[in-house]
């Protein structure tokens, strides 16, 4: 925060490829006491779970955003954040986390991304989430190559066309090594190169590690917009 993090975004269960699933007793576990502390600061809090039970827990005691991975496609993860006044982060992601990279999509990607959020912005504004609770993930390394990767990038602006927010997670990427052959400890500039691309194209969240670099080059951005 004092970086400059508008959000703080909580997960307690890696969605690397090749992850592991956890229940959400598991994943409770873990992330209950950190959410506690956090609600205290009265700083926006998102939490990343795809469990419809993390989630109620979280939103009753006033997480603000929920993040989900999965774009709410779990039974009962629409039911759930229907009621409450939080925001939604809709990913794309193909197939899971556990064999997303063993088989990554074939199709053309954007055409891909289209399908899926006109179905799942149909389906939420079925339920009764307002679209201006909605935010859009293109899920960058979810089931993706490094070529169809890039190629959202190239095309970001394309997913402008649904009015909503864009996030954007670019950040010490796989797909950043496979270009610079940098290991990930070593890919803060491709990190920020991609994340300036990303707000140039229409991004309006950059989901980041490395804070106050990424604020530093965003003021530049600015400046010159």
């Given at each position: 925060?004092?970086?400059?993090?508008?959000?703080?975004?909580?997960?307690g269960?890696?969605?690397?490829?090749?992850?592991?699933?956890?229940?959400?007793q598991q994943?409770?576990l873990?992330?209950?006491?950190?959410l506690?502390?956090?609600?205290?600061?009265?700083k926006?809090?998102s939490?990343?779970?795809?469990?419809?039970?993390s989630?109620q827990?979280?939103?009753?005691?006033?997480?603000?955003?929920?993040?989900?991975?999965?774009?709410?496609?779990?039974?009962n993860?629409?039911?759930?954040?229907?009621?409450?006044?939080c925001?939604?982060?809709?990913?794309?992601?193909?197939?899971?986390?556990?064999?997303m990279?063993?088989?990554?999509m074939?199709e053309?990607?954007?055409?891909?991304?289209?399908?899926?959020?006109?179905?799942q912005?149909?389906?939420?504004?079925e339920?009764?989430?307002?679209?201006?609770?909605?935010?859009?993930?293109?899920?960058?390394?979810?089931?993706?190559?490094?070529?169809q990767?890039?190629?959202?990038?190239?095309?970001?602006?394309?997913?402008?066309q649904?009015?909503?927010p864009?996030?954007?997670?670019?950040?010490?990427?796989s797909?950043?090594?496979?270009?610079?052959?940098?290991?990930?400890?070593?890919?803060l500039?491709?990190?920020?190169?991609?994340?300036?691309?990303a707000?140039?194209?229409?991004?309006?969240?950059?989901?980041?590690?490395?804070?106050?670099?990424?604020?530093?080059?965003?003021?530049?951005?600015?400046?010159?917009?």
């Open positions: 925060l004092h970086e400059g993090a508008d959000i703080l975004d909580v997960g269960e890696s969605t690397r490829p090749g992850a592991q699933a956890l229940t959400h994943e409770w873990r992330i209950a006491p950190v506690q502390e956090l609600l205290r600061w009265n926006p809090i939490l990343d779970t795809y469990h419809p039970e989630m827990k979280a939103l009753d005691w006033g997480v603000d955003i929920i993040n989900d991975v999965w774009a709410l496609r779990q039974p993860a629409m039911q759930t954040v229907a009621p409450y006044p925001g939604v982060c809709m990913m794309h992601m193909h197939a899971e986390p556990a064999t990279q063993v088989n990554p074939q053309d990607v954007m055409a891909a991304l289209d399908v899926f959020f006109q179905t912005l149909q389906l939420t504004d339920i009764g989430i307002d679209r201006s609770r909605m935010v859009l993930d293109a899920g960058i390394g979810f089931g993706k190559t490094v070529s990767n890039f190629h959202i990038l190239k095309c970001q602006q394309l997913l402008l649904f009015d909503l864009l996030m954007v997670g670019w950040s010490r990427k797909s950043l090594g496979h270009v610079t052959g940098l290991d990930v400890s070593q890919r500039v491709p990190s920020i190169a991609a994340a300036v691309l707000m140039e194209r229409g991004a309006s969240i950059l989901r980041v590690h490395d804070v106050k670099e990424t604020v530093a080059a965003r003021a530049v951005w600015q400046a010159s917009a």
